[in-house]
């Protein structure tokens, strides 16, 4: 099975731009592992925030874009504000297999 | 709006059952692809199971093949997952999930993912 990495903790400035990305052990990923992008904060269900690369729900802030980077899927987050302090999961899909989650980045806004 | 509210969860003895629900509103709940995602303590998230809207197709990841069963009863906008010989890894948080398959909506074997979670029901398996 695929591993997918994320880095495990990040922090940004109120108001700043962070960049999380998710990779795989596999190779690039491209748009074919169809990234998905999600939102828990702590003691909450997760959320889904980005799906297919780059695509927001109707719910999503337009403050958090998705994109494929260096051969990684990547969220950035542009004006970043104090409730976005959560942990982000990404999420890809393997043709042959079962979509597999990454571990998870902890962001900090402080 | 959508809504899906499990319980079922609880306090098992390694080699227990318990069986987990969802109820389901807000949304034509026989139109959609459900799943089971798991989440223990501390750790990241897991999908364990998907049932088709059909329930044609259910998929389970490996380590709870022939222990968990998916299924689900559209007369009563539910989803359950009937979890047997339960073991110590097998703690966690069960969330239930409607699936989405993107822009194009066509689930496959190997696409598949979620847009809207319940609250989780929790489960511990422990002597």
């Known amino acids: 099975q695929a591993v997918v990495t994320q880095e495990p903790s990040l922090t940004v400035s109120p108001g700043g731009t962070v960049t999380l990305t998710c990779g795989s052990s596999?190779?690039?990923?491209?748009?074919?592992?169809?990234p998905y992008w999600f939102q828990q904060k702590p003691g909450q269900a997760p959320r889904t925030l980005i799906y297919?690369?780059?695509n927001r729900h109707s719910w999503t802030p337009a403050r958090f874009s998705g994109s494929l980077l260096g051969g990684k899927a990547a969220l950035t987050l542009s004006g970043a504000q104090a409730e976005d302090e959560a942990a982000y999961f990404c999420?890809?899909?393997?043709?042959?297999?079962?979509?597999?989650f990454g571990g998870g980045t902890k962001l900090t806004v402080l | 709006q959508v809504q899906l509210v499990e319980s079922g969860g609880g306090v098992v003895q390694p080699g227990g059952s318990l069986r987990l629900s969802c109820v389901a509103s807000?949304?034509?709940?026989?139109?959609?692809?459900m799943l089971w995602v798991r989440q223990a303590p501390g750790k990241g998230l897991e999908w364990v199971t998907i049932?088709?809207?059909?329930?044609?197709?259910?998929y389970y990841v490996d380590s709870v093949e022939g222990r968990f069963t998916i299924s689900r009863d559209d007369s009563k906008n539910s989803l359950y997952l009937q979890m047997n010989s339960l073991r110590a890894e097998d703690t966690a948080i069960y969330y239930c999930?409607?699936?989405?398959?993107?822009?194009?909506?066509?689930?496959?074997?190997?696409?598949?993912?979620?847009?809207?979670w319940g609250q989780g029901t929790a489960v511990t398996v422990s002597s």
């Open positions: 999930a409607r699936a989405f398959c993107g822009s194009g909506g066509t689930c496959s074997s190997y696409y598949f993912a979620m847009d809207f």
């Open positions: 807000g949304f034509t709940f026989s139109n959609y692809g």
């Open positions: 049932i088709w809207y059909d329930g044609s197709r259910k």
């Open positions: 596999t190779g690039a990923v491209s748009s074919g592992h169809y």
């Open positions: 297919d690369t780059n």
């Open positions: 999420l890809l899909s393997y043709i042959g297999a079962r979509p597999v």
